[in-house]
C-alpha cells in the first residue's frame, strides 16, 4: 500500500498529464471562421469531382450532359458548347415563398429575403479535367439585388386626384426580359444553391 507522502509525489505527475491530454494539438483540424469556402461537415467541395478514372470522350460526354440537365431544371441556359467546357445560365428572379412550386434556393432566410426584394440569380458551370484523373465540377451561382430609387408601388410624392380610380390594378410579370433597363447590385454568391447543384451532380440525380 502506497504511503500518503508517494502519493502526494504522483498527484502532480498525474495533473499535468491531464493537462496535456486536454490542450490541443500542433495543428488546427478546423479551417478559420472567416473562410468563405471553407468545407463544413456534410458539405460538398467545390469543384466536386466527379467520374474518377482516366478521362475519355464518353466520360466528359457523360459529365457534360448530366450538368447541363441539372441546371436546366432551375435555369433557361444560353447555348451550351461541349468544346468549351463551360455552361452558363440566364439571369432568373429568385422564387420565394409565393412561388413555392419553384425549385429555388434552399436555404430559408434566403426564400424569405426573395419573397420580399426582387432578387436574381446567375449561374455557371466550368469542367477540367482533374490532376489525378476524373473531372473537376465548378459550380457558381452569382446573386444581384435590384436597385430602385423607391419602392414599385409607393404612392409618397405622388400626386393623387380624385378622378382616379380608387383600384389601380397594374399587373407586371418580372422577367430576366424586362431588366435591361434596371439596375441590379451584385450581393454574393448563393452557396446553398450551389451545394444543392453540387450534391446533384456528385450523386447523378
Known amino acids: 500500500m502506497a504511503t500518503r507522502p508517494a502519493l502526494a509525489r504522483r498527484l ?9 491530454a486536454l490542450a490541443p494539438g500542433g495543428c488546427a483540424t478546423a479551417p478559420p471562421l472567416d473562410n468563405p469556402l471553407a468545407i463544413r461537415r456534410g458539405e460538398v467541395e467545390n469543384p466536386v469531382l466527379v467520374s474518377p478514372g482516366q478521362p475519355t470522350a464518353a466520360s466528359y460526354r457523360e ?65 477540367r479535367a482533374g490532376d489525378r484523373g ?4 465548378y459550380v ?18 405622388a400626386a393623387v386626384f380624385q378622378e382616379m380610380p380608387t383600384v389601380d390594378r397594374q399587373l407586371e ?5 424586362l431588366t435591361g433597363s434596371r439596375a441590379w447590385i451584385r450581393v454574393g454568391r448563393d452557396y446553398a444553391f450551389e451545394q444543392e447543384i453540387l450534391r446533384r451532380i456528385r450523386e447523378c440525380k
Open 12 to 20: 502532480p505527475l498525474a495533473a499535468l498529464l491531464a493537462l496535456a
Open 63 to 127: 459529365v457534360f450532359e448530366k450538368c447541363v440537365e441539372v441546371l436546366d431544371d432551375y435555369f433557361e441556359l444560353n447555348t451550351p458548347n461541349p468544346y468549351d467546357g463551360r455552361i452558363a445560365s440566364k439571369p432568373r428572379v429568385a422564387p420565394g415563398y409565393e412561388q413555392f412550386w419553384k425549385a429555388g434556393n434552399p436555404d430559408p432566410r434566403q426564400r424569405l429575403l426573395a419573397t420580399f426584394q426582387s432578387i436574381r440569380q446567375t449561374a455557371t458551370i466550368e469542367i
Open 134 to 137: 476524373g473531372y473537376l465540377v
Open 140 to 157: 457558381v451561382v452569382d446573386r444581384e439585388l435590384e436597385d430602385v430609387p423607391r419602392p414599385s408601388r409607393a404612392t409618397v410624392g
Open 173 to 177: 410579370v418580372v422577367t430576366p426580359e
